[in-house]
């Protein structure tokens, strides 16, 4: 079994930053993917961004540019540094553990509780 553990979850006025951590642990397996996706109010679930144990990242297009996913392989932790964040950057950020042949778009996998990310004007 693997749990992930986010944190980092804020409310932040439009144009701040915030940084997001999650923790895994548990039966952590390799190869693997670690991201972020993020549900809004009425919303699906949907990618921001995700890293794989090999280093390969991908990143949905309306985060391009003011998102950063980074890795410490060693703490199996994964970090999502959002810049100049916008009104609908607002959500519930979940944090996702998957194989590393699991599709981007897919919501396979393991899942944290989420943190919630408000962004005011």
């Known amino acids: 079994q693997v749990q992930l553990v986010e944190s980092g979850g804020d409310l932040v006025q439009a144009g701040g930053s915030l940084r997001l951590s999650c923790a895994a642990s548990g039966s952590i397996f390799r190869p693997n993917a670690m991201g972020w996706y993020r549900q809004a109010p009425g919303k699906q679930r949907v990618l921001v961004a995700v890293?794989?144990?090999?280093?390969?990242?991908n990143y949905a297009d309306s985060v391009q540019g003011r998102f950063t996913i980074s890795r410490d392989n060693a703490l199996n932790t994964v970090y999502l540094q959002m810049n100049s964040l916008k009104l609908e950057d607002t959500a519930i950020y979940y944090c996702?553990?998957?194989?590393?042949?699991?599709?981007?778009?897919?919501?396979?996998?393991?899942w944290g509780q989420g943190t919630q990310v408000t962004v005011s004007s």
């Open positions: 996702n553990l998957r194989s590393g042949m699991t599709a981007t778009w897919s919501l396979e996998g393991y």
């Open positions: 890293m794989g144990s090999g280093g390969y990242t």
